[in-house]
C-alpha cells in the first residue's frame, strides 16, 4: 500500500510555470508505475502523462506533449510533473496516481486503471 501527497500548485499567469510533486510513502514505490491525471470542473478526470517504473519511459497526452515533463526520483519516492508554457485550459485540480506493477510495463491512461491517489493539487492559470 502507498500514500501518495502532492504539492506545488497555484495561481500563473498564460505563459509561466509550475512544478507538482507527489511524496509517496511506504518502501516499494518503484513497483508502481506512475501517472498525474488532472480534473477541471464539469469535465472527467484525463490523462496527462505517465512513467514507467525506473522513469525510463514516458508518455504524455497529446494536449501537454512538449510543454511538461514527468521524471521520478525513486530514492526520494517522488514523481514531478515539470509544467512550462500554461494556458487557461490547464486549470484544473491535478492528481498523481500509482499503479501497481511490480513487473509490468504498461503506462495506463484510464483513471480506474490505478489503485492509489493523492488528495490533488489545485492549478489555476489566469490569461
Known amino acids: 500500500q502507498v500514500q501518495l501527497v502532492e504539492s506545488g500548485g497555484g495561481l500563473v499567469q498564460a505563459g509561466g510555470s509550475l512544478r507538482l510533486s507527489c511524496a509517496a510513502s511506504?518502501?516499494?514505490?518503484?513497483?508502481?508505475?506512475m501517472a498525474w491525471f488532472r480534473q477541471a470542473p464539469g469535465k472527467e478526470r484525463e490523462f496527462v502523462a505517465g512513467i514507467r517504473r525506473h522513469g525510463t519511459v514516458t508518455y504524455y497526452a497529446d494536449s501537454v506533449k512538449g510543454r511538461f515533463t514527468i521524471s521520478r526520483d525513486n530514492a526520494k519516492n517522488t514523481v514531478y510533473l515539470q509544467m512550462n508554457s500554461l494556458k487557461p485550459e490547464d486549470t484544473a485540480v491535478y492528481y498523481c496516481?500509482?499503479?501497481?506493477?511490480?513487473?509490468?510495463?504498461?503506462?495506463?491512461?484510464?483513471?480506474?486503471?490505478?489503485?492509489?491517489w493523492g488528495q490533488g493539487t489545485q492549478v489555476t492559470v489566469s490569461s
Open positions: 496516481a500509482g499503479d501497481y506493477q511490480p513487473l509490468g510495463v504498461v503506462i495506463r491512461t484510464t483513471p480506474s486503471s490505478y489503485d492509489y
Open positions: 511506504g518502501r516499494t514505490f518503484s513497483s508502481y508505475i
